[in-house]
C-alpha cells in the first residue's frame, strides 16, 4: 500500500515508552499528532519538544482510558475538533505478573479492560470514516507472548495479547482492498516503565540480553504501519522466539515459555 501522507496520527499510551517512540517517529515523517495518556504534564513536555523540533501539530488529550465512557469522549472531542483521524495507534496497555490466584481482580479488570476493550471500542469508532475515506491505518500493540499457547505467572495478560492478536488479524482479512489495514505490532521483552508496573523484573524473558530498543521497535512499526503489512515481530532474536512458539507440538515451546515466565522466588 501506498504510505498515508500528512496523516493526523492519533497514538494511546504516548507519554512514555513505546508509544513515545512511535509518536516521535510519525513526528520525525511530519504527520500531525494526538497524544493520549493520563499523565497531562508529561504529554505536555512531549509535546512542547515535537513541535520545536519538527514543526508538526500536536494536540494533548489527557484522559484515562479506562473511565467508563472514556473511548466516546475521545471520539467525540476529536469530531467536535474537525480533525479526522487517519492512522489510529492502539498502543496504551499494561501488564500484571504474578499468580492469578493472588491477583488484585479490581487491577486485573482494569488490565482486561485497557488492552482489549478499549482498543476494541476505538478501533470501532475511529474505522468506519477510515473507510469512507478509503485511507486509514490501525496499529495495534499486541506481544511476543500471543505466539504462545499460554503463559504461567502473567496468565490474564498472555490472553488479553492473544485477543489482540486474533482481533488484528481477523480485522486486517475483512478490511482487504478497502484502503484500510490494520498492523499487528508484537514486542518481545523491551525496556519501559512496563517492566516495573507489570513487576516483570525478575522473570527470566526480561533477564536475557535480548530485544530492540522502543526507537528501533517504533521504525518497524512505522514502515509496517504505512505499507500496511499485517505483522511484525521486532528483531531477530524475537523473530526465532515467535516461530518457535508456533511449532508443532506447541507443548514444547508452551513449556519452554513457562520456564521463561518463571520468577525469581
Ligand atoms: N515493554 C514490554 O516488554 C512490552 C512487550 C510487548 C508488548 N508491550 C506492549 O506495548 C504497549 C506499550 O507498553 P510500554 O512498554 O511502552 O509501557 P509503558 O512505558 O508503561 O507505557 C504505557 C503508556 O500507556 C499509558 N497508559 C497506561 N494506562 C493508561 C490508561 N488507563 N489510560 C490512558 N493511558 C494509559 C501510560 O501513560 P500514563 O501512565 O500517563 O497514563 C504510558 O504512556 C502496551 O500495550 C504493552 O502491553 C510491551
Redesign the pocket.
Known amino acids: 500500500m501506498e504510505p498515508i501522507e500528512r496523516a493526523t496520527v492519533l497514538v ?9 517512540s512511535i509518536a516521535e517517529e510519525f513526528a520525525e515523517h511530519g504527520h500531525n499528532l494526538v497524544l ?4 497531562e504534564e ?1 504529554l505536555q513536555r512531549v509535546a512542547e519538544r515535537l513541535k520545536t523540533e519538527t514543526g508538526v501539530e500536536v494536540t494533548v488529550i489527557s ?4 473511565e467508563a465512557g472514556a473511548p466516546q469522549k475521545l471520539y467525540e472531542q476529536m469530531e467536535q475538533s474537525g480533525k479526522s483521524v487517519d492512522i489510529l495507534v492502539n ?5 500484571m505478573s504474578g499468580l492469578f490466584r493472588e491477583g488484585d481482580y479490581s487491577k486485573l479488570s482494569s488490565m482486561l479492560q ?2 482489549m476493550l478499549v482498543l476494541t471500542q476505538l478501533t470501532h469508532l475511529f474505522l468506519p470514516q477510515m473507510l469512507i475515506r478509503k485511507r486509514g491505518r490501525i496499529l495495534n ?1 499486541g ?2 507472548v500471543s505466539y504462545f499457547t499460554g503463559g504461567p505467572n502473567w496468565a490474564a495478560y498472555v490472553a488479553s ?1 492473544h485477543y489482540v492478536r486474533a482481533l488484528s488479524t481477523g480485522l486486517s482479512k475483512e478490511l482487504k482492498g478497502s484502503g484500510v489495514a490494520v498492523t499487528l505490532l508484537s ?4 525496556a ?4 516495573k ?1 507489570a513487576e516483570t523484573k525478575d522473570m527470566l524473558a526480561y533477564q536475557l540480553p535480548i530485544g530492540p530498543l ?1 526507537k528501533q521497535i517504533a521504525k518497524l512499526a512505522y514502515h509496517a504501519c504505512q505499507t500496511g503489512k499485517k505483522s511484525v515481530v521486532p528483531g531477530v532474536f524475537n523473530k526465532i522466539l515467535a516461530f518457535v512458539g508456533e511449532l508443532h507440538p506447541r507443548i514444547i515451546a508452551f513449556e519452554v515459555f513457562g520456564f521463561l515466565s518463571n520468577k525469581k522466588r
Open positions: 494511546t499510551g504516548a507519554s512514555k515508552g513505546i508509544g513515545l493520549v495518556a493520563r499523565g508529561a484522559r484515562d482510558l479506562t498502543n496504551a496497555g499494561v501488564g485497557l488492552n500493540l506481544s511476543l495479547k514486542p518481545g521483552a523491551t519501559t516503565d512496563f517492566v508496573t522502543p
